[in-house]
Each structure stands twice: as C-alpha cells, then as structure tokens.
T-cell receptor, first 113, second 115 residues
Framework: DVKVTQSSRYLVKRTGEKVFLECVQDMDHENMFWYRQDPGLGLRLIYF???????EKGDIPEGYSVSREKKERFSLILESASTNQTSMYLC????????????FGPGTRLTVT | KQEVTQIPAALSVPEGENLVLNCSFTDSAIYNLQWFRQDPGKGLTSLLL?????REQTSGRLNASLDKSSGRSTLYIAASQPGDSATYLCAVKPSGSSNTGKLIFGQGTTLQVKP
C-alpha cells in the first residue's frame, strides 16, 4: 500500500513565525503536491513538484515556498505565517506515468494565532 | 478551462438505499477520472480510478461510470450504510498535459446515511 505521511496532524504557530510542513511518500513517486482546503473553497493547489529540485506554482502560491531535495520528501514552507494561512494542508503524491493515481496524506491542521 | 462540478453539494438518505453521486466536467479531453472519499478532518482516500478508455470500474459496493462524450461520471453506492457517510470528491486529469499528474477537483458531495 502507498503511504503518504505528514509530519504533524495539528500545529499551532504565531503570526510571523517560519513554518515547515513535511511530507514523505514511500512509493518512489515522481510527482508530489501541496494543497490547502478551506470550507466553501474546496481543494486548492499551492505547489507541485514533478522531480527532485523541480517545482511549479499551483493556483495559490503566494506566501508559500517549497523544497524537494530528495525524491521521497516534499516540504512546504510558510516564510512568515499569517492568520489567513490557518487551514487544513494536504500533501499528495502520484506516479509520473500510466495512471497518475493520486494518494493523499492524513493532513495537517494549521492554526496561526 | 476545465471545470468540474458535483451536484448536489449535500445528500441525506436512509440506510439501505442505493444512491448515485454525480460529477460533470466541461472538457471531454480527459486522461482519467478519480473518485475520492474524505472523512471529516482527514485526508482523501482514493476509491476508484477510471481511464478515459474505460466505461466503468467496480470495487465492492461501489461502481463508477464514465461517459466522456457527455462529460459525466457517476458513483453508484449500493445498499448504503452509516459508515458511508463522508464527502465524496471527483477529479479529472486533463489529457494532453504533461506527466505532472495535476488534477482538477470538484467541490464534493457530502453524504449522510441515517440509521
């Protein structure tokens, strides 16, 4: 079974802090994704990566950056957390060929106070 | 631009009923379509994936169909149970795109199955 893990289930940070959210997958997938999910807005893609050190902006990249130094790990960075970044953050991975079936982690509920 | 719509946004049914969830997409040029389930406060779980060349896929009490030409997919749940209560999302992978695997998601249908 594919496993996607996220470093924290719940996180509380203060405004202005630098926040790191980490995601690890164990299926040697090429593609990895970071989404945020808010009530009424659905899933929105923040950034994705299709290979080590390769990344592309999604629909809402402002205020975020990412890092992919190893194939299995994809980090989301909030350079200076703000209250409007309080959200559920979901990481996903998929293979880069054939089905591209996407698998999700359990999510991180981030609260910025 | 591809858009994915799921109607209704919420659905409540009595236990034991067979039900259909709908997903429509505006551009028929898709590579595949994936159905997910999400429990409150959790991540998404992949239920079924239908390739563009397929008409349906089945897993247990779930059956997903795809009609690419009309831009529609349905998820059929047989003999619903309270444990089926969750939000169901569909997502399409556009064809002709790169191998990045980006998906376009619908907003989801929240299902409640009453005992």
């Amino acid at each position: 079974d594919v496993k996607v893990t996220q470093s924290s289930r719940y996180l509380v940070k203060r405004t202005g802090e630098k926040v790191f959210l980490e995601c690890v997958q164990d299926m040697d997938h090429e593609n990895m994704f970071w989404y945020r999910q808010d009530p009424g807005l659905g899933l929105r893609l923040i950034y994705f990566s299709y290979d080590v050190k390769m990344k592309e902006k999604g629909d809402i990249p402002e205020g975020y950056s990412v890092s992919r130094e190893k194939k299995e790990r994809f980090s989301l960075i909030l350079e200076s957390a703000s209250t409007n970044q309080t959200s559920m953050y979901l990481c996903a991975s998929s293979s880069g060929w054939r089905t591209y079936e996407q698998y999700f982690g359990p999510g991180t509920r981030l609260t910025v106070t | 631009k591809q858009e994915v719509t799921q109607i209704p946004a919420a659905l409540s049914v009595p236990e034991g009923e067979n039900l259909v969830l709908n997903c429509s997409f505006t551009d028929s040029a898709i590579y595949n379509l994936q159905w997910f389930r999400q429990d409150p406060g959790k991540g998404l779980t992949s239920l079924l994936l239908i390739q563009s060349s397929q008409r349906e896929q089945t897993s247990g009490r779930l059956n997903a169909s795809l009609d690419k030409s009309s831009g529609r997919s349905t998820l059929y749940i047989a003999a619903s149970q309270p444990g089926d209560s969750a939000t169901y999302l569909c997502a399409v992978k556009p064809s002709g795109s790169s191998n990045t695997g980006k998906l376009i998601f619908g907003q989801g249908t929240t299902l409640q199955v009453k005992p």
